[in-house]
């Protein structure tokens, strides 16, 4: 649930010495139609809202009305740019070849990209994402394009039940945002993200720990005061 998640995030900032003010959630809605994210969420007072498909944002953006902050965060195809621009920030741009359709679409109505550089620390074969060697080609290449801004970094960390093993592919990716993307960084699901926190994410992508907690008992042992 929304307060639960802003506990965790608050805690997390507390344990990093970091402002809660400088963590962004960005509650990911994919799944869950228009009615179940206006109880689970807008009614609660939370307004920047995540969608990883284009075909599904469309109608729900469209039900949910003008007052919500859409971000996509999933792998954006070039055939989808020009459905593009109601997005206030797109997390999964990792090739040339889609920076020159959002600079062509950009170009064509007088619309600047915000995006993030999707980055693959892990290595992982089956995620997308720029390698970290590419990454500086995919940066000038941006800084090229003046209808697309360059915001920072984004990447997911490979599935596992131990979040801390999502730990150095955070920090890998601080890194390299603070090298070449300006230090901001989306990164943290809800399995990791108050591990993202502390590495020093900007955006935290949740989504089921949001949905979960309204239908099923919260899973985590109870606190002891020591
Ligand atoms: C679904 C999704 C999330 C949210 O994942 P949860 O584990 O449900 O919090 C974050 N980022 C991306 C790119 C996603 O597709």
């Excluded at 080609?137 to 360059?150: C, E, G, S, Y």
Aim: charged share 30%; glycine share 10%; with cysteine.
């Amino acid at each position: 649930m929304l307060a639960d998640v802003r506990e965790r995030i608050d805690r997390a900032c507390a344990r990093a010495a970091r402002d809660p003010g400088e963590v962004r959630l960005v509650a990911v809605t994919k799944g869950h139609d228009a009615e179940a994210v206006r109880a689970a969420v807008l009614d609660r007072g939370h307004r920047v809202l995540g969608e990883s498909r284009v075909q599904e944002w469309r109608p729900k953006a469209e039900a949910l009305g003008p007052d919500v902050e859409w971000h996509l965060v999933g792998h954006l195809q070039t055939n989808k740019v020009r459905y593009c621009r109601g997005f206030a920030l797109l997390h999964g741009v990792d090739s040339a070849r889609l920076i020159d359709a959002l600079e062509a679409d950009g170009g064509r109505h007088g619309h600047v990209f915000p995006v993030l550089l999707q980055v693959n620390v892990a290595g992982e074969s089956a995620k997308h994402g720029v390698d970290p060697a590419g990454l500086a080609d995919l940066v000038a290449r941006v800084r090229d394009a003046p209808h697309v801004r360059l915001e920072g970094l984004m990447t997911m960390a490979p599935y596992d039940p131990d979040p801390e093993r999502a730990r150095p592919v955070f920090r890998a990716l601080r890194e390299l945002a603070e090298r070449h993307a300006g230090g901001r960084t989306s990164m943290g699901m809800s399995g990791d993200f108050e591990v993202a926190i502390e590495e020093g994410a900007t955006w935290i992508r949740v989504g089921s720990a949001l949905f979960a907690g309204a239908t099923v008992e919260d899973p985590r042992p109870v606190e002891v005061d020591r």
